[in-house]
């Protein structure tokens, strides 16, 4: 069993709907989580950041955790053509890049 | 420009001919590291870094060499390669780590070394 198991889609939505992107995991020394974004033939990046529990928001995006469920979520209001892309979860336990464990990555396709 | 800068970015080859992929970065980060991406698998740690002179295996390491003697710079050498080498390769540095010193979280990505053994 995977440390991080990420549905790989791919996802379709049309334009404007609200996304909602999932791991779950099952270490629970995990406390760092975050949520990467990927275009086509491009390294991922940064999308948002999230230590121990709770939400946290960025314009259109909000990153949300569950430690009890071991499950973190991405949501993504309002959806545009341009979010289309492979979105990796990433989590550690150490607070090191070295024991950064990456979920395999989910496709949304948002369609016009 | 902040960024991180791998060559080659697609490469061909022929089992058993040696190959270095070259990673750089222009941000004076202490941590780099290399990844392999492949389908279902999502991104593996081959190697990483944590200074100059200061390497460790990742998840994946069999098949692959690293060294780091400059902080900028950090290849990765394919001594023999073989087919199931074949991946899209990613190099990534970053500060030493996630939590305190007012640090983000990211993990800067360079744009991928697209490898094909035959």
């Known amino acids: 069993q995977k440390e991080v198991e990420q549905d790989p889609g791919p996802l379709s939505v049309p334009e404007g709907a609200i996304v909602s992107l999932n791991c779950t995991y099952s270490?629970?020394?995990?406390?760092?989580f975050m949520w990467y974004r990927q275009y086509s033939r491009k390294g991922p990046e940064l999308l948002m950041y999230t230590y121990s529990s709770g939400n946290k928001e960025d314009g259109r995006f909000t990153a949300q955790v569950d430690k009890s469920s071991k499950y973190i979520s991405l949501f993504i209001r309002d959806s545009q053509p341009s979010d289309s892309a492979t979105y990796l979860c990433a989590m550690s336990s150490s607070g090191g890049y070295n024991k950064l464990i990456f979920g395999a990555g989910t496709r949304l396709a948002v369609h016009p | 420009e902040a960024q991180v800068t791998q060559n080659p970015r697609y490469l061909i080859t022929v089992t058993g001919k040696k190959l270095t992929v070259t990673c750089s970065q222009n941000?004076?980060?202490?941590?780099m590291s290399w990844y392999r991406q492949d389908p279902g698998l999502g991104l593996r740690q081959i190697y990483y870094s944590m200074n100059v002179e200061v390497t460790d295996k990742g998840d994946v390491p069999e098949g692959y060499k690293v060294s780091r003697k400059e902080k900028r710079n950090f290849p990765l050498i394919l001594e023999s390669p073989s087919p199931n080498q074949t991946s899209l390769y990613f190099c990534?540095?970053?500060?030493?780590?996630?939590?305190?010193?007012?640090?983000?979280?990211?993990?800067?990505f360079g744009e991928g070394s697209r490898l094909t053994v035959l």
């Open positions: 990534a540095s970053s500060l030493p780590g996630l939590a305190g010193g007012g640090t983000t979280g990211e993990l800067f």
């Open positions: 941000m004076n980060h202490e941590y």
């Open positions: 270490n629970s020394a995990f406390q760092y």
